[in-house]
């Protein structure tokens, strides 16, 4: 069985697909168990991912990366994904928010902060939600206040990827408190994690996801240059929006890897178990189940692929991100809970692969915007 093939796949794309799939095989999958009970840091794996040059190579060639479209990194994301989610989440957000400075920000700012990362000797992160802000983008309160030629940062972020492990990231605070204009009140900088001010850790172990580190980052008065601004003062919000159209794609092939993983795990399962005097999936209500689960994955994925078309062409491409989004994460909680229900009491043992499928799928619903407010978006921007 083989769910991700490359024929929805752009044939420019088939040579990066092929190099994640063998990159997975040798490196992702061998190694998946043993950091997500252990909960460490894929060091190891990261600098393989380096080596092999499928890490931050979305950046231009300009820049040091390989200039990799949507459509690569997303062939890319279904293949580390299946592999295994946490160590896939560790190897992306290495450049996390660096699409936001080599698109807006200046050659200086690129050749500082974008190029180390492209080379492998930097990693980024990406600081926007807030201890009691997630979705509200124009309600986050972190503060950048002007004070001669620097900003000077208060507040709180937490859920940031690299928040400890990070060189720098790239935060979206305040800078203005206009009633009349919500989303112009926000920008986007560039903050070394080692200023001054800048203190972060880690945030309590996770169920899923182990082996990808988030952070709880506190700001006291914390000081950057004003040229660290990416763009102009208020541009945060829009910058932040046109970002997060193509990470939902990314997210959506988060979502097909992890559903690719849950069906592939629940038929090898229900074609190997005997029951009753035969194999499992001789019952007919078990092959309904994997019926079902084969239609959902493969509607969920020829949305995921339209929508990369829509958002590199920029056709509404809010409306189909968020359905893209929101389609393949949710196929992925369910297909990976029929797997667990197919594999019954083994389901819950901790060494099974469904049971560590089942507790990563839960996440990619909640995290680059919740569902519910992706549907906000597919109800608010419907053609």
């Known amino acids: 069985m083989e769910l991700l093939d490359d024929s929805i796949v752009p044939e420019h794309a088939h040579d990066v697909k092929a190099e994640a799939r063998e990159f997975a095989r040798e490196h992702i999958k061998p190694n998946a168990q043993e950091y997500f009970q252990s909960g460490e840091y894929p060091e190891e794996i990261l600098e393989a991912g380096r080596d092999a040059d499928l890490v931050a190579q979305d950046i231009p060639e300009e820049w040091g990366g390989r200039g990799l479209d949507l459509a690569q990194l997303l062939a890319m994301t279904e293949e580390f994904y299946r592999a295994d989610a946490g160590i896939a989440l560790t190897l992306q957000l290495a450049s ?9 920000g200046t050659d200086e700012q690129c050749e500082e902060y974008i190029r180390p990362v492209a080379e492998g000797e930097q990693r980024s992160g990406l600081a926007v939600s807030e201890p009691d802000t997630g979705s509200d983008l124009a309600g986050m309160q972190t503060t950048a206040e002007k004070d001669g030629d ?20 790239t935060l979206y605070a305040r800078t203005g408190d206009d009633d009349d204009n919500r989303y112009g009140n926000h920008s986007m900088f560039i903050v070394p994690t080692d200023t001054d001010g800048y203190d972060a850790e880690h945030i309590p172990e996770k169920m899923a996801m182990r082996a990808s580190k988030q952070a709880h980052i506190e700001f006291d008065d914390c000081r950057i240059p004003e040229e660290n601004l990416i763009g102009s003062e208020g541009d945060g919000f829009m910058l932040l929006a046109d970002f997060f159209n193509h990470g939902r794609v990314a997210v959506a092939g988060h979502g097909l890897g992890i559903a690719a993983a849950a069906i592939e795990e629940a038929w090898e399962f229900t074609h190997d178990r005997e029951e009753f005097g035969k194999t499992i999936s001789d019952f007919q209500a078990v092959q309904h189940g994997l019926a079902d689960m084969l239609v959902e994955f493969e509607s969920a994925r020829t949305l995921v692929w339209r929508a990369r078309e829509k958002v590199e062409t920029q056709d509404d491409a809010g409306y189909w991100a968020a359905m893209a989004k929101t389609k393949a994460t949710e196929t992925a909680v369910d297909v990976a809970e029929q797997g667990m229900q197919f594999h019954g009491g083994r389901s819950i043992l901790d060494e099974r692969r469904i049971a560590r499928v089942y507790r990563d799928a839960r996440i990619p619903v909640i995290y680059e915007g919740a569902n519910e407010i992706q549907r906000n978006l597919i109800y608010g921007q419907a053609p």
């Open 150 to 169: 620097e900003y000077v940062i208060n507040g709180e972020k937490y859920w940031i990827g690299n928040g400890v492990e990070a060189d720098w990231i």
């Open 96 to 104: 996390f928010g660096c699409e936001i400075t080599y698109e807006h």
